[in-house]
């Protein structure tokens, strides 16, 4: 099983907010650092569900 760590949310000027993971996952831009993490919870989610 992956270990899933938010590594971290960056939020670059005029681009939005993008979260990784310490799998390698990276998420899109999203409007906020909020929706960046409810992304990633999603991807942690999905993970293990496929166990």
């Known amino acids: 099983m ?3 760590e938010l590594v ?3 939020c670059p000027p005029g681009a939005g907010c993008m979260a ?3 799998c390698g996952w990276q998420s899109g ?3 906020s ?5 409810s ?3 999603a991807h942690v989610e999905a ?5």
């Open 33 to 37: 650092a909020g929706l960046a993490g």
């Open 8 to 10: 971290e949310i960056t």
């Open 47 to 51: 993970d293990a569900n496929q166990t």
């Open 39 to 41: 992304v990633w919870d």
């Open 2 to 4: 992956k270990v899933h």
């Open 20 to 22: 990784a993971c310490s």
């Open 29 to 31: 831009f999203y409007p």
